[in-house]
C-alpha cells in the first residue's frame, strides 16, 4: 500500500499561484501514474491532471496551460504548479496513485481557497 500526503494547500488571492505537493511513501517511477483530482463544495472529484508513467501528462480542459504538473523522483514527490488562480479553482485537492496491480493509493486532500 501506498501513502500520500498532500501539502501547499492554502488561501490566495485571484490570479495568485499556488504550489501543491505529494509525497509518496514509494518509488513514484514505479508506479503506473499520477494524478491530482479536485472537490469543490457540493460537486463531485474531477480530474485535474495527470502523469503517466512514461512522463506524459495528461491535463483537463479547465486547466487552460495555467496548471503544470512535475515529479522529482529522487524526493518521490509530485508537484502541481498553478497559476492565475481563480475562485472557480478552489476546492479539497487530491493526489492519487496508480499501482500496475490495480490497486489505486490517495491522499488526504489540502484546501485551496481563492478570495480576496
Known amino acids: 500500500q501506498v501513502q500520500l500526503v498532500e501539502s501547499g494547500g492554502g488561501l490566495v488571492q485571484p490570479g495568485g499561484s499556488l504550489k501543491l505537493s505529494c509525497a509518496a511513501s514509494g518509488s513514484i517511477v514505479s508506479f503506473k501514474s499520477m494524478g491530482w483530482y479536485r472537490q469543490a463544495a457540493g460537486k463531485q472529484r474531477e480530474l485535474v491532471g495527470r502523469l503517466i508513467n512514461g512522463g506524459i501528462v495528461d491535463y483537463a480542459d479547465f486547466v487552460k496551460d495555467r496548471f503544470s504538473i512535475s515529479r522529482d523522483n529522487a524526493k518521490n514527490t509530485l508537484y502541481l504548479q498553478m497559476n492565475n488562480l481563480n475562485p472557480e479553482d478552489a476546492g479539497v485537492y487530491y493526489c492519487?496513485?496508480?499501482?500496475?496491480?490495480?490497486?489505486?493509493?490517495w491522499g488526504q486532500g489540502t484546501q485551496v481557497t481563492v478570495s480576496s
Open positions: 492519487s496513485a496508480a499501482l500496475w496491480s490495480g490497486f489505486v493509493s
